[in-house]
């Protein structure tokens, strides 16, 4: 098995590649419940993505005023109501999904490489000075529930979306380095990476070349099913207003002002709640799917 | 004797672990960009009120030192420092509030555990019957909902749509609060035998427990149904049952104990981090705990709460963490002799 | 088909169920032990070995569905034994050994804990032994582990099972097994799992033990080599069919079925590792089996009628039996 890993070559050719996807996709799409949630990510993506197009008043997305149509509980003109400036509750709710979007991709963009690294090197060096530091570094991050630690730096900075975004990070990078130090330190003692060792490849080449490719199915697990924790942490923070600020929607506000005017207002409230559960779920069911396609075991 | 070895080794890494916490939540509160002596007083202070309460708060002092100080009255006196928001000491707020966050965090674990262990535990035993499909789709949706959007469904659904449950406080008006013994008001009116007041604040406490442990409940359900139904056709359990071995004790006495070990290592970090989900929750109704007092610390960037409140919960986490260790090396031998074996 | 028999399988079918349908494993599997007899099952991995003998113990997983068939232990049927006769069968009746020793055991209980657990309810039928004490479950389980010829007995019933070695499990387990009274012992390929350096001496201790208290015994194993050494009479099982029963030297003299051959042509190959190199082909597909034959596929002696109907078990000599329309005067 290491044998062959060690003579396998640098890239896989596109056939190889493509073969190793249907692979994938099959075992994703034997799931039914899995394919539900692709197709939801698929549609959420969508929507935010055409947001402009699709919302049917895209100018009520920002600061817009009608009290004229304020407060006008679910009709024909606007499915999700108006709220009490007489914004169209649907509208600023398709919109606000690109920010509770960004926020997932831009967390986990920023913190997968980082704490990958961390982890990785940490790993690599295990029982060295170096993995103590740095694990030691971790531990301090991971002793608070990550809500608290994420809230009291998105306070800190200015709110906007791109704080709420770090805020969220700094709470949660060290969950990557601990994965992958877990991966790094079990790996770095296979027969390949020692075999690596005795021809004398540099530590880079085995880091990034021998260990990190064998990391890489459960850091995409973790990835794909972070998608859902991270969009609920944005969504905590713009409730209390520590996030994307008005008049930009923003799922959490959304529904935080709402609550203000239950229950006349029900709808102002109710629906963006409901869009939030919608999004997480769908990111959950479509990040099983992922995990059950990317574990070894054979069902 | 290791045992006792292994515990002290975390207890002296855990002080290590909250000694960089009260560095980091230190540095993050000083970064705040403004004026924290000049927020706290108002744009119409004089500016010699000001300077005072800077030199007060050492804020005039270079930010290793104003930690040293900080440090020491801490572990001297027990001093936190003063709270801007309240004017008191930080330590003497926590002491208030802390009772009524621990009373709602109690109950929502309570109903967190035995909800989630029982759920999981049936859906396991009867598998693929209505329990078992019933507790799916919660786990799925009580995963996937924050706990404030279950907090103000509840509020829509129970305080108005059909008004059995108070939405706001911890007591309704005109309700005296019990004398204080614990701080925790059902406990202290069962004390002091007020069965009216104790009914009372068990209903305020209802909603936000509940949905403070859905997220919880629905993990633990999760984890316990799977890593029993695992173990239920495993060869240990099928040798049992051949051997004439009553399933009732196979069951009560071997399954339960192995299969529970997963839910027991997540189960108290997810109740700790109550006290973190609180800080919303608590917000939503207006109920006068710790969480909330972290709050509203935060957003009105009263420094010296800030850390007050966050050194107390990683503490809180922290030990809880070590707790679940011992409780699993206690519960599984393979944790306790291997590792003592390295 | 005698009335001493003391187990007798008649006829059984078994199926599982998975998300593409119906596994057929078992068609019409019939077999018999009689009072003190050894006897083997021989059968490549996946032949349905473990599925027969699990529904005599009636504990098959519970995805299994049983068609047709019935089992008698002492002339009780099993499959629809009342709680009681099914305890007595669990209790006092058989016993068995199961394959990985490692994962027979629970791993965070000690094998004290486990073995005297199995005692406590193999005594409990006993009605001279309504009040258990505990000094005698751990006499008993002491004795039951020395006769397993395991050193320092007192340290093993306080180990848990992951600090003895995989050949002291699976010790246990026959100590286990043999603890209390039984008149059948179940030894589902005990070895297989083990060290080959442990494999015969594990062997020779259940058939020792087996032959001391004089109870019958069924091997499963997937080596005729095994098989010849401990059993009286051998069973030649294929995907979920018995194709050929005889006594042994008659199988190894003069083997029937094309199966039969073929097995014993690599008897000298044999590594424990398993057979298939020596027949070319694989077990067939239990989703879809053949209609006739199941070994028609693999067959090098196959005939039309193989195709369309399966062969039933016919004796051809005294005591000889097999299924194969080679030997059927009827056959084409």
């Not at chain 1, 963009?109 to 030691?136: F, Q, W």
């Not at chain 2, 260790?325 to 944790?335: E, F, K, M, S, W």
Request: aromatic content about 10%; charged content about 15%.
């Amino acid at each position: 098995m290491e044998v062959r890993k060690m003579k396998m070559p640098k890239a896989m050719d596109f056939s190889q590649k493509w073969d190793n996807f249907k692979r994938l996709s099959h075992k994703f799409s034997r799931s039914r419940i899995s394919l539900v949630g692709l197709f939801s990510v698929v549609i959420i993506i969508t929507l935010a993505i055409f947001a402009p197009l699709i919302a049917p008043y895209p100018e009520h997305a920002g600061a817009f005023v009608d009290y004229a149509h304020a407060s006008i509980p679910p009709c024909r003109e606007h499915l999700f109501g108006t709220d009490i400036m007489g914004r169209d509750v649907l509208s600023r709710t398709i919109f606000a999904l690109r920010g509770a979007l960004l926020m997932a991709i831009g967390v986990i963009g920023i913190v997968t490489p980082i704490g990958v690294i961390v982890g990785l090197v940490a790993g690599y060096n295990s029982g060295s000075l170096v993995d103590t530091i740095l694990m030691r570094i971790s531990d301090v991050f991971l002793a608070l529930p990550s809500l608290v630690l994420a809230l009291a730096v998105a306070a800190v900075l200015r709110p906007t979306l791109f704080n709420a975004m770090l805020a969220v990070c700094v709470s949660w990078w060290p969950w990557y380095a601990r994965l992958t130090y877990g991966l790094a330190s079990s790996i770095r003692n296979e027969t390949f990476v020692q075999a690596a060792q005795v021809i004398g490849a540099s530590h880079f080449h085995i880091i990034f070349k021998e260990v990190l490719p064998n990391c890489l199915s459960s850091i995409f697990t973790k990835m794909a099913l972070d998608v859902g924790w991270v969009i609920l942490i944005g969504a905590s923070l713009s409730f209390v207003g520590l996030g994307e600020q008005p008049p930009t929607p923003a799922l959490g506000t959304m529904v935080a002002d709402g609550a203000r005017y239950l229950p006349e207002l029900w709808w102002v409230c109710v629906f963006p709640a409901l869009v939030i559960v919608w999004m997480i779920l769908s990111f959950n069911l479509f990040g099983d799917g992922v995990r059950d396609a990317l574990s070894p075991e054979e069902a | 004797m290791n045992m006792v070895f292994f515990i002290l080794r975390r207890l002296a890494l855990a002080i290590l672990v909250l000694f960089g916490l009260s560095i980091l939540i230190f540095i993050i509160a000083r970064v705040i960009p403004g004026d924290p002596a000049r927020m706290a007083l108002g744009p119409r202070a004089p500016e010699y009120a000001i300077e005072n309460l800077r030199k007060q708060m050492y804020l005039d002092k270079p930010i290793y030192e104003q930690y040293y100080i900080w440090v020491k009255n801490f572990l001297t006196k027990g001093d936190l420092g003063i709270s801007l928001l309240t004017r008191r000491p930080v330590q003497e707020d926590i002491k208030e509030f802390f009772p009524a966050t621990l009373e709602l965090v109690i109950v929502s674990g309570i109903f967190m555990a035995v909800t989630g262990i029982l759920l999981g535990v049936v859906s396991a035993r009867y598998r693929e019957s209505w329990v078992d499909s019933f507790t799916r789709v919660l786990a799925y949706f009580g995963i996937a909902t924050p706990s404030f959007v279950w907090l103000v469904l509840f509020i829509l659904l129970f305080g108005y749509v059909w008004p059995i449950l108070p939405t706001v406080g911890r007591l309704s008006r005109g309700i005296t609060p019990p004398l204080h013994i614990t701080g925790m008001f059902t406990i202290d009116s069962l004390l002091t035998g007020n069965w009216r007041t104790f009914w009372d604040a068990l209903l305020h406490l209802i909603m936000p427990a509940i949905a403070l442990a859905m997220g919880g409940l629905s993990q633990a359900a999760r984890i316990t149904r799977s890593s029993m139904a695992d173990h239920m056709d495993k060869d240990y359990v099928t040798l049992l049952s051949a051997f004439g071995v009553p399933n009732r004790s196979i069951f009560m006495k071997y399954l339960l104990k192995f299969s529970l070990i997963p839910t027991i290592s997540i189960l108290p970090l997810d109740i700790a981090a109550l006290f973190a989900n609180g800080f919303i929750a608590e917000t939503v109704v207006n109920y006068p705990g710790l969480s909330r007092y972290g709050m509203s610390a935060i957003l009105n960037k009263d420094l010296n709460a800030i850390v007050g409140v966050i050194i107390v919960l990683g503490a809180i986490y922290t030990l809880v963490t070590i707790l679940i260790d011992i409780i699993v090396a206690y519960l599984d031998p393979r944790v306790r002799l291997i590792r003592r074996a390295t | 088909m005698s009335e001493i028999n003391l187990l007798h399988i008649e006829n059984l079918s078994v199926s599982y169920r998975i998300y593409r349908g119906l596994l057929k494993v078992l068609d019409g599997v019939s077999l018999e032990v009689r009072p003190g007899e050894k006897v083997a099952l021989v059968g490549e991995t996946g032949c349905g070995k473990t599925t027969t003998v699990k529904s005599i113990l009636n504990i098959l997983p519970r995805q299994a569905i049983i068609h047709r068939g019935k089992v008698f232990f002492k002339g009780k049927d099993v499959l629809r034994a009342s709680d009681s006769d099914l305890n007595y069968l669990r209790r006092r009746g058989v016993s068995m050994i199961f394959q990985d020793p490692t994962a027979s055991l629970f791993p965070i209980f000690t094998v004290g804990d486990q073995i005297s657990t199995v005692i406590r309810a193999a005594l409990s039928e006993d009605a001279n032994n309504t009040q258990l004490k505990e000094s005698s479950l751990f006499e008993t389980a002491l004795k039951a582990l020395r006769a397993a010829s395991l050193p320092d007995p007192e340290r093993i019933l306080r180990s848990y099972p992951f600090q003895l070695s995989g050949g002291m499990r699976q010790r246990v387990c026959i100590a286990m097994a043999l603890a209390t009274p039984r008149e059948l012992l179940i030894a589902d390929e005990p070895t297989t799992n083990l060290d080959v350096t442990i494999q015969d001496q594990v062997l020779r201790l259940i058939s020792n033990m087996v032959a001391e208290k004089n109870i019958s015994l069924i091997l499963i194993t997937h080596s005729l080599g095994v098989a010849r050494e401990i059993a009286d009479r051998i069973y030649i099982m294929y995907a979920g069919s018995i194709i050929e029963m005889s006594q042994t030297d008659d199988l190894f003299e003069n083997p029937l079925h094309p199966y039969s051959r073929a097995l014993l042509n690599c008897v000298p190959k044999l590594t424990g590792e398993g057979i298939g190199q020596g027949v070319p082909g694989h077990l067939p597909d239990y989703l879809n089996p053949p209609l006739g034959c199941r070994f028609e596929p693999r067959c090098p002696k196959s005939m039309p009628i193989c195709k369309k109907i399966k062969p039933s078990l016919k004796e051809v000599a005294k005591g000889h039996f097999v299924s194969c329309f080679l030997y059927d005067s009827l056959g084409g």
